[in-house]
T-cell receptor, first 116, second 112 residues
Framework: GAVVSQHPSWVICKSGTSVKIECRSL??????MFWYRQFPKQSLMLMAT?????????EQGVEKDKFLINHASLTLSTLTVTSAHPEDSSFYIC????????????FGEGSRLTVL | SQQGEEDPQALSIQEGENATMNCSYK?????LQWYRQNSGRGLVHLIL???NEREKHSGRLRVTLDTSKKSSSLLITASRAADTASYFC???WGGGSEKLVFGKGTKLTVNP
């Protein structure tokens, strides 16, 4: 199956700093990638759809200026949590699928962010 | 919201038993997918069933879909300790949306 790599797998930072998380499709091109957030023992909440070469589409209630998404190439999308605060601590997961359509998504292993 | 609702929220069974998880959703869908997540890891796709399908099998997995009741079930037969994980249903729907919206999940524990 297709492989999605996410980095870093965990990060600890101080309040007020920015953190960048990378999501790469290793063996396929992805014009669209999806970023999810997951709180402990809860479901995945879709944050935004990352579109290669254009602006991301954010879900209602997600702050665009807080969560900056850049999809600069067909294999890389980045999520930057700006001026992170403890309430931003969470598990962030990216996903993508080869080609178009509504088939299965391939997920990265997730990035656990802890903001002190 | 399209978000599915799984039940039960948690299920504990003995190895060898069957596990059944249910999912309900709110509006029409294109397809419904089931995923598995081990603790602290990413998700792995298990099976996809389209809105015009009623049942699908994959190994020890059996998925049913009842669009009239807006519900689906995932059956894992002859469970193993390694099946211990959280299981989520997710839906896509019309309008060209490629987004997957996830339900709340069922935490399955299979005791050896």
């Amino acid at each position: 199956g297709a492989v999605v790599s996410q980095h870093p797998s965990w990060v600890i930072c101080k309040s007020g700093t920015s953190v960048k998380i990378e999501c790469r499709s290793l063996d396929f091109q992805a014009t669209t990638m999806f970023w999810y957030r997951q709180f402990p023992k809860q479901s995945l909440m879709l944050m935004a759809t990352s579109n290669e070469g254009s602006k991301a589409t954010y879900e209602q209630g997600v702050e665009k200026d807080k969560f900056l998404i850049n999809h600069a190439s067909l294999t890389l999308s980045t999520l930057t949590v700006t001026s992170a605060h403890p309430e931003d601590s969470s598990f962030y997961i990216c996903s993508a699928r080869p080609g178009l359509g509504d088939g299965e998504l391939f997920f990265g292993e997730g990035s656990r962010l802890t903001v002190l | 919201s399209q978000q599915g609702e799984e039940d039960p929220q948690a299920l504990s069974i003995q190895e060898g038993e069957n596990a059944t998880m249910n999912c309900s959703y709110k509006t029409s869908i294109n397809n419904l997918q089931w995923y598995r997540q081990n603790s602290g890891r990413g998700l792995v796709h298990l099976i996809l069933i389209r809105s015009n399908e009623r049942e699908k099998h994959s190994g020890r997995l059996r998925v049913t879909l009842d669009t009239s009741k807006k519900s689906s079930s995932l059956l894992i037969t002859a469970s193993r300790a390694a099946d211990t994980a959280s299981y989520f249903c997710a839906t896509t729907w019309g309008g060209g949306s490629e987004k997957l919206v996830f339900g709340k999940g069922t935490k399955l524990t299979v005791n050896p």
